[in-house]
């Protein structure tokens, strides 16, 4: 007698109740539970879930319950990076396991030969990057008329990394009568505007826990003007006990210019965002990983995914706009159980957002204020052993003494750059 499953309330197709019992699901996932119903009604779906959450098979059940006997590309995945694609896809393989329906891969960073001979003999399910998709659309390589379900993952990241031309054209090419399902880890402007136009009255689903910040990371804000943010930077790269730091920035072009400037003051830097292709962001990601370069410049494409031990360091350049950013950004330190540093620079600009984080944490972040950087008016230390207007000396960081060198100022052409970039 085959295992019962809280799942056969949520779907009644034996192929896919019978994969789920050799996965050992046993009992949906929030964000399951809300989003099969929501979906199985032809609904078009609008679902907040973080990675982790069983986002995958809330959305792939479905999907596939429309597919199961039925052949042709009709259910269309897109992806903002080819591990997820490819984390996507084996999961409607185990789906559909015990069905003859065929599960392709379109990703950037594999030879398109391959997927070229692939796509000809015909897939069912179709999980995709949207700049590798696009390459097989100009193509005439592959036919999306009868995408009857589109599926857009990670829609955050996927605007983030600057795909937004990209998911336009692949609309174009699908059916306009069609279920669409849009899934994000946060709901920012981008993607609300972009699930205004493309989702026909969506039923909206969320399973987001209460965010937290990690124990195990120590958090620290400077107040510092804004043109001498850099200058602060290395400042704190003095300190040896900075081995391995990922700074965040709030735009590609400022993350390009402040990898200039560091490694104009010799210090070993990689650069990593949405403009750089697969290649360049695998290396950059190597190099840091293995302790070639010291620091990791990135935006806010690295903030979630980005999986490194060891990184001792976080530094946020730039206030983020999103306050859920913040945690997922101090969240890539501190991790395996050891302990990790969480450096914020605020400008005057950033003191409401900056409060807007500290209502979201419940706590106020501790202030360290150095002379020489602070802007006029900046709220004074109040650390441990400091007084009401109390200001103090350079305190730990990190593991070490902060150094007491000053950097040399950007150059006035370069700081307006910079400021102009926020």
């Known amino acids: ?62 999907a596939l319950e429309r597919q199961i006997d039925r052949e042709g590309l009709r259910t269309l995945v897109l992806c903002p990076t080819r591990e997820l694609a490819q984390q996507v896809a084996q999961s409607a393989r185990d789906l559909l396991r015990h069905t003859e329906l065929w599960v392709g891969e379109v990703v950037g960073g594999m030879p398109i030969d391959r997927q070229i001979r692939d796509l000809r003999a015909g897939f069912d399910v179709l999980v995709a990057t949207p700049g590798r998709l696009i390459d097989h659309i100009e193509r005439r390589t592959v036919d999306l008329s009868e995408v009857e379900v589109l599926v857009l993952d990670e829609a955050d990241r996927m605007l983030d990394m600057g795909f937004r031309p990209q998911i336009e054209e692949i609309l174009r090419a699908c059916p306009r009568e069609r279920q669409t399902m849009l899934f994000s880890a946060t709901m920012p402007n981008g993607v609300h505007a972009l699930a205004l136009r493309i989702l026909n009255d969506p039923v909206h689903v969320s399973a987001t826990p209460k965010i937290v910040a990690a124990e195990t990371v120590d958090q620290v804000l400077y107040p510092v003007r804004p043109e001498r943010k850099v200058d602060l930077l290395l400042h704190l790269l003095e300190d040896p006990e900075l081995d391995q730091v990922l700074v965040f920035t709030r735009t590609k072009v400022g993350a390009d210019l402040l990898l200039t400037r560091l490694r104009a003051a010799g210090v070993d830097a990689a650069v990593l965002h949405g403009d750089k292709d697969m290649r360049e962001r695998r290396s950059a990601l190597e190099r840091f990983a293995e302790g070639r370069v010291r620091v990791l410049v990135a935006t806010d494409v690295a903030q979630r995914g980005l999986d490194i031990d060891g990184i001792s360091h976080v530094i946020n350049f730039d206030v983020p706009q999103d306050p859920e950013d913040y945690i997922h950004r101090i969240g890539r330190t501190g991790r395996a159980g050891a302990r990790g540093s969480a450096v914020t620079f605020m400008t005057g600009a950033d003191v409401a957002q900056v409060h807007t984080i500290e209502r979201m944490l419940g706590s106020r972040i501790p202030r360290e204020s150095l002379e020489g950087f602070d802007y006029s008016g900046a709220p004074a230390v109040v650390g441990s052993g400091s007084g009401p207007g109390a200001r103090s000396e350079p305190k730990r960081v990190s593991r070490g003494r902060l150094g007491s060198r000053r950097a040399d100022q950007l150059s006035p052409e370069e700081l307006r750059s910079l400021l102009n970039v926020g």
């Open 1 to 62: 007698m085959e295992r019962r499953t809280e799942f056969e309330t949520l779907t009644q197709v034996p192929a896919l109740l019978r994969a789920i019992r050799d996965l050992g699901w046993q009992e949906p996932t929030p964000i399951q539970a809300q989003a099969i119903p929501a979906a199985q009604s032809g609904r078009d779906v609008v679902g907040i879930a973080q990675t982790g959450t069983g986002k995958t098979a809330a959305f792939l059940i479905p």
